[in-house]
């Protein structure tokens, strides 16, 4: 069993170590179509100095050049949906990740043929297709990968269980270890999963198969009080390297007979982060008390604000007509927040029409945005803009 795969299948094998910070990096925040402002989705999350992306638009591989994010740190992506504005950039991301070339001239050695396929270095998790779509990029654009790869596909019910919906057979660089993870219970528990932290996916309803992903972290050491354990260490000359345990939650018997209890553990952060959706109530009790929503807000009723808004058109027939189209208005998703008890709420793929800079402009329409959401979810509301990063504290309560 190569030990990539171990890993995934025995979390006591890994040790990530705590998660010394959690950083959300917007890429890109548009929805079908980029403007000046706003690039195709993704987003990068940054455990430490790891960095998992979600969704990979094109033109991803720019944006991390224009953001803090090290590509080179990119160790997984997480794929909702195969929508092109969500996926049309991870080849050309790989390409450039996994040292990728065009092939060497007949009778010329290359290299990139001989790559070792027992572990992955990039491991790619999305619905059915997205196998079959990077192993199809990659054959007819003759791009050779120095390094290997890894797709494991969600498998919705309806889905058949096998299969990689290609006649192609693996390139030289993937890994033949990539998993078809069965829908069960109605979500993906566990898809990926370790010491600290562990991802699961339900489906989301779209236009077509999407997916919302929830990252967890495990339950970290509670805030210890030295005041509260160090006279007793003393009065019983206990060394005080044992605050390290209790630290960690656990009870330490001293020579006297006196038990000393650790901090409870707190809850660790929980993200969920939702592709395109006219209706994710299929993954809420997976995101029920996220520390952070994300979630779209393609169109909105902006009378007044927006100079686009049709004198036809009123709060009911924009809804309508972004639910028809598989999406959400700032409302739904304020009213989403609010049932899941999110504890923040993030907007993001907007139509082109909102434009995502510092302008006057952009100040008030995304301004507006936001207030349509905070009315249905009570609080603050941030709307998403490319490059935004912030950092995601654990919860105190
Ligand atoms: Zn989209
Ligand atoms: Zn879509």
């Known amino acids: 069993m190569c030990q990539r795969l171990s890993l995934i299948l025995d979390p006591n094998m890994t040790s990530r170590g705590q998660i010394t910070s ?10 079908a179509q980029p403007s000046p402002t706003r690039n195709h989705s993704a987003l990068s999350l ?13 033109a991803t591989q720019h944006q991390l050049q224009k953001s803090n994010v090290k590509m080179g740190k990119v160790e997984k992506i997480f794929i909702t949906h195969t929508h092109g504005d969500h ?14 070339a065009g092939g060497v001239t007949e009778g010329s050695e290359d290299p990139r043929l001989n790559v070792e396929t027992e572990t992955a270095a990039l491991e790619i998790y999305g619905p059915l297709g997205t196998r079959a779509y990077i192993r199809n990029g990659l054959a007819y654009t003759h791009t050779q990968l120095g390094s290997s790869y890894v797709v494991h596909e969600l498998r919705f019910s309806k889905d058949p269980p096998s299969g990689d919906f290609t006649a192609l057979a693996p390139q030289n660089a993937e890994c033949l270890f990539g998993r078809n993870i069965l829908e069960t219970n109605a979500s993906w528990l566990d898809i990926y999963k370790d010491d600290v932290v562990s991802v699961s996916a339900a489906p989301i309803h779209h236009s077509v198969p999407c997916v919302g992903y929830v990252v967890k972290e495990a339950p970290v050491p509670g805030k210890i009080d030295p005041a509260k354990y160090v006279p007793e260490l003393r009065r019983t000359k206990t060394p005080m390297s044992v605050m390290r345990q209790l630290q960690q939650g656990e009870s330490i018997t001293l020579n006297d007979g006196t038990v000393l209890h650790g901090p409870p553990r707190r809850n660790g952060r ?6 395109d959706t006219y209706d994710p109530s299929p993954i809420i009790s997976l995101a029920e008390d996220a520390d952070l929503l994300i979630h779209e807000a393609t169109n909105a009723h902006l009378p007044g604000i927006d100079p686009n808004t049709k004198d036809t058109d009123n ?13 959400s208005t700032p409302q739904m998703a304020g ?16 139509s082109a029409r909102y434009p995502g800079d510092d302008s ?38």
């Not at 959690?22 to 929805?31: E, H, K």
């Not at 996926?87 to 990728?100: E, R």
């Not at 929980?270 to 592709?275: E, R, S, T």
Request: hydrophobic share 45%.
């Open 22 to 31: 959690l950083n959300v990096t917007f890429l890109g925040t548009a929805s």
């Open 46 to 58: 940054r455990l430490g100095s790891d960095v998992w992306l979600f969704d990979c638009g094109e």
């Open 87 to 100: 996926i049309f950039g991870v080849i050309p991301l790989m390409a450039s990740l996994l040292n990728g």
């Open 270 to 275: 929980k993200i969920a982060i939702l592709g």
């Open 315 to 327: 709060y009911q027939s924009v809804e309508d007509r972004t639910k028809s189209r598989g999406h």
């Open 335 to 350: 009213s989403f927040a609010k049932g899941i008890r999110a504890k923040n709420l993030i907007l993001n793929h907007f």
């Open 360 to 397: 006057d402009e952009s100040k008030v329409i995304m301004g507006a945005i936001a207030q349509l959401a905070a009315s249905e979810y009570g609080q603050e509301v941030i709307c998403a803009r490319d490059l935004m990063s912030l950092d995601i504290s654990i919860s105190e309560k």
